[in-house]
């Protein structure tokens, strides 16, 4: 196993090693809230902080992506994909975005066919996961048994150590990654990286039955207060690393145009509306039911595991406190003897 350390004040020469090998993604500072983005020479890398505003699934999921362009003449159509080849390196993805990553491998790669443009960018990118010490009162991955000190699917595991960064080769991509790096990085004869027992928050949550249980729940008159307060502002899908809903459409005129897709969110009105008019989810109360029903028991009826991390976003952005603790509880997932 190929284990190397780095100086922490050395980090900014990696970074332009690693950027000088493709698109280097790092989280960095921005205004008030840490987003993970492509670095830059002078950019702020905030390595120790907790967790990014917004999840890395852009990475993979871009917001808005134009993959096709299209020209008509006469009775030719004429297609040309937009591709980027360039390797990508993910840098510093905390253990529950890699579990959230795991979960949208299964709906974008283990379909056939699987999402191309999804699959082309989990196999150019190498994968540095980043554990964490530091947990913050809305991070509770330790619920979702997520162990916030490793994470199964990185090319190279790394952790802060005092004034140095190490770094744990888990791939052949990984070990290729860190050699690459050569001189930068010494190494590192210490013990394996996952080194520190990190504890997240309790919230006394009951999961295990719950997908079960909830399905005979749809009518259940909880769901009748808890939509109530929600504002419809699809925050909380934007900022989940295990949401991926997305839109397709076309945008040009006849002759010439381009295809392009971008996220939705299954809290706005229009999301399932259908070409005739007609909306299976028309009132907030069906919308909000559906993101939670989803996570809860649609995606572990398929998957066999609930799609939610502890990441705390939702937690942390959601205007009026809506987020998947609250409704959890509300729905009776609270260990009893903390009732
Ligand atoms: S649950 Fe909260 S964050 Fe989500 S749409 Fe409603 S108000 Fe916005
Ligand atoms: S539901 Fe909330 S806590 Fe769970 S993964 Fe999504 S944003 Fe994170």
């Known amino acids: 196993m190929v284990k190397k350390v780095i100086a922490r004040e050395k980090l900014p020469e990696l970074w332009a090693h690693l950027s000088a090998e493709g698109l280097l993604i790092l989280p960095i500072q921005d205004g008030p809230v840490v987003l993970f983005q492509p670095w830059y020479a002078g950019a702020d890398v905030r390595l120790d902080a907790v967790n990014s505003a917004v999840s890395p699934k852009d990475i993979f999921l871009p917001r808005e992506e134009t993959y096709l362009h299209y020209r008509c003449s006469g009775q030719q159509l004429e297609l040309s994909?937009?591709?980027?080849?360039?390797?990508?390196?993910?840098?510093?993805?905390?253990?529950?975005?890699?579990?959230?990553?795991?979960?949208?491998?299964?709906?974008?790669?283990?379909?056939?066919?699987?999402?191309?443009?999804?699959?082309?960018?989990?196999?150019?990118?190498?994968?540095?996961?980043?554990?964490?010490?530091?947990?913050?009162?809305?991070?509770?991955?330790?619920?979702?048994?997520?162990?916030?000190?490793?994470?199964?699917?990185?090319?190279?595991?790394?952790?802060?150590?005092?004034?140095?960064?190490?770094?744990?080769?888990?791939?052949?991509?990984?070990?290729?990654?860190?050699?690459?790096?050569?001189?930068?990085?010494?190494?590192?004869?210490?013990?394996?990286?996952?080194?520190?027992?990190?504890?997240?928050?309790?919230?006394?949550?009951?999961?295990?039955?719950?997908?079960?249980d909830l399905k005979n729940r749809f009518d259940d008159p909880a769901w009748d207060e808890l939509y109530k307060s929600c504002l419809g502002c699809g925050v909380c899908t934007y900022v989940c690393p295990t949401c991926y809903c997305f839109d397709v459409e076309d945008y040009g005129h006849a002759a010439e145009g381009e295809r392009f897709r971008c996220w939705d969110s299954c809290m706005y009105g229009h999301f399932t509306k259908m070409a005739g008019g007609h909306n299976p989810r028309p009132e907030r109360k069906e919308r909000v039911r559906q993101r939670f029903m989803h996570k809860l028991q649609y995606y572990p009826e398929t998957y066999g595991e609930i799609a939610c991390v502890g990441c705390g976003r939702c937690l942390r952005s959601c205007p009026v406190n809506l987020d998947i603790v609250r409704v959890i509880k509300a729905l009776g997932g609270e260990k009893v003897e903390q009732r």
């Open 81 to 212: 994909a937009v591709k980027s080849e360039e390797p990508v390196t993910a840098f510093g993805l905390h253990p529950c975005d890699m579990k959230a990553l795991e979960m949208l491998d299964r709906v974008f790669m283990d379909q056939d066919p699987p999402d191309s443009l999804y699959q082309k960018r989990r196999e150019r990118t190498t994968l540095v996961a980043l554990s964490c010490d530091k947990p913050d009162p809305f991070c509770f991955c330790n619920d979702f048994a997520v162990d916030p000190t490793d994470a199964p699917g990185a090319d190279v595991m790394a952790c802060l150590s005092g004034n140095s960064l190490r770094l744990e080769a888990r791939t052949d991509q990984g070990k290729a990654m860190l050699e690459r790096a050569g001189g930068l990085l010494g190494d590192d004869s210490g013990e394996s990286v996952e080194l520190k027992e990190v504890v997240t928050a309790d919230f006394g949550l009951k999961l295990e039955g719950l997908p079960e």
